[in-house]
T-cell receptor, first 109, second 113 residues
Framework: KNEVEQSPQNLTAQEGEFITINCSYS?????LHWLQQHPGGGIVSLFM???GKKKHGRLIATINIQEKHSSLHITASHPRDSAVYIC???????????FGTGTLLAVQP | NAGVTQTPKFQVLKTGQSMTLQCAQD?????MSWYRQDPGMGLRLIHY???????DQGEVPNGYNVSRSTTEDFPLRLLSAAPSQTSVYFC????????????FGPGTRLLVL
């Protein structure tokens, strides 16, 4: 069965800290999505990766296909980064997604 | 573009009632899907569609029906609501040639009493 696991489940950081959220996935997944969900809010797609590394502003996502592992990094964290970060594995002709349970990030000023 | 829209935002049902959650997108995406989000669990796929006239079951399809008569609309029907269907429902769409980036609707919060 395809699975996606995230760690940590909860993360508290001080403003300005470098943050890493990890995601491990099983065979059958060829693309990895990172999503952001603010409390009570909708879900926004941050990245889709099938190889290498992507960067958008202070967010960086990497994927290691051999180790079936992806990381989301936030540099110079800010309280507005406080949200749930979700990784999801997909790929194939229909890209059906399997979701991790999310990482709740709180960045304190 | 409005993106992905969902109605209603919030709904209360009694056990046994039926209702339809609406989802529409104006981006000409071929792929649309419905998810439910429950506390402590990841989003779970209910049904999905790869194009008009084509639908298929996801991980948790029981108690739900879908249809895709047009590219734009993908309604989710609850046939006979049960308390176990209390959840937040998200509709999403994506386009293969755009790299499968997921666009989510704002969600529908459903309470079944």
């Amino acid at each position: 069965k395809n699975e996606v696991e995230q760690s940590p489940q909860n993360l508290t950081a001080q403003e300005g800290e470098f943050i890493t959220i990890n995601c491990s996935y099983s065979v059958g997944i060829s693309a990895l999505h990172w999503l952001q969900q603010h409390p009570g809010g909708g879900i926004v797609s941050l990245f889709m990766l099938s190889s290498g590394k992507k960067k958008h502003g202070r967010l960086i996502a990497t994927i290691n296909i051999q180790e079936k592992h992806s990381s989301l990094h936030i540099t110079a964290s800010h309280p507005r980064d406080s949200a749930v970060y979700i990784c999801a594995g997909g790929g194939g002709a229909t890209n059906k997604l399997i979701f991790g349970t999310g990482t709740l990030l709180a960045v304190q000023p | 573009n409005a993106g992905v829209t969902q109605t209603p935002k919030f709904q209360v049902l009694k056990t046994g009632q039926s209702m339809t959650l609406q989802c529409a997108q104006d981006m000409n995406h071929e792929y649309m899907s419905w998810y439910r989000q429950d506390p402590g669990m990841g989003l779970r796929l209910i049904h999905y569609s790869v194009g008009a006239g084509i639908t298929d079951q996801g991980e948790v399809p029981n108690g739900y029906n879908v249809s895709r008569s047009t590219t734009e609309d993908f309604p989710l029907r609850l046939l006979s609501a049960a308390p176990s269907q209390t959840s937040v429902y998200f509709c999403a769409s994506s386009l293969r040639k755009a790299g499968w980036t997921q666009y989510f609707g704002p969600g529908t919060r459903l309470l079944v009493l």
